[in-house]
């Protein structure tokens, strides 16, 4: 079955570090980017950036660079959105999704999310 | 690129005609998708190039518009449609979602 699977939920405390994982599964997972999209309680959806496995390439919305890391592994099939210092604010789901192939940037594949909670 | 949408929630019954709008900040030609998304569950992709059916989604879906005025349209509300729905811009980076519309039993 062609799908994303996240990580599991995550319970830290402020200042600590992360990183969550979207292994795809079922297709070419190299040539597909994977795009990761917040979603904090009870809000919207917010797009964080965007990353191509096969080299790594990334771009990031202004309101998330500096603040997370999107890195890709490959040989495994698995991408990962990364914090250094979590804050509370950061407390949310996130989601990875595949961007559709050919020249739209819109997801048709999603993980089934992490939800991210940052509480002392 | 800011997304509206509107309403933000609304009320309808089995086998009503729903319309959900979503306006630009600025011209997007047909840049536009919609997504559904039901409590506890990712979104779903409905409709890309602003009225292109994704694969397997209901033909009762469809969506229209160019430019910066865009529609979703449900043409005969199906008891598994109620959930939030949320079009994204896919122009420019960076990519933005509106804000959402609920779609709720009357």
């Known amino acids: 079955e062609v799908q994303l699977v996240q990580s599991g939920a995550e319970l830290r405390k402020p200042g600590e570090s992360l990183n969550i994982s979207c292994k795809g599964s079922?297709?070419?997972?190299?040539?597909?980017?994977i795009g990761w999209v917040r979603q904090m309680p009870g809000k919207g959806l917010e797009w964080m950036g965007i990353?191509?496995?096969?080299?790594?390439?990334?771009k990031y919305s202004p309101s998330f660079q500096g603040q997370v890391t999107m890195s890709a592994d490959k040989s495994i099939n698995t991408a990962y959105l990364q914090w250094s210092s979590l804050e509370a604010s950061d407390t949310a789901m996130y989601y990875c999704?595949?961007?559709?192939?050919?020249?739209?940037?819109?997801?048709?594949?999603w993980g089934q999310g992490t939800m991210v909670t940052v509480s002392s | 690129i800011q997304m509206t949408q509107s309403p933000s929630s609304l009320y309808a019954s089995v086998g009503d005609r729903v319309t959900i709008t979503c306006r630009a900040s600025?011209?997007?030609?047909?840049?536009l998708a919609w997504y559904q998304q039901k409590p506890g569950k990712a979104p779903k992709l409905l409709i890309y190039?602003?009225?292109s059916l994704q694969s397997g989604v209901p033909s009762r879906f469809s969506g229209s518009g160019s430019g910066a005025d865009f529609t979703l349209t449900i043409s005969s509300l199906q008891p598994e449609d109620f959930a939030t729905y949320y079009c994204?811009?896919?122009?420019?980076?960076?990519?933005?979602f509106g804000g959402g519309t609920k779609v709720e039993i009357e």
């Open positions: 990353i191509f496995p096969g080299d790594s390439d990334s």
């Open positions: 600025q011209g997007i030609r047909s840049d």
């Open positions: 079922a297709y070419s997972f190299t040539k597909y980017w």
């Open positions: 994204q811009q896919d122009y420019n980076y960076p990519l933005t």
């Open positions: 999704a595949r961007r559709v192939s050919g020249r739209n940037d819109v997801f048709d594949l």
């Open positions: 190039a602003a009225s």
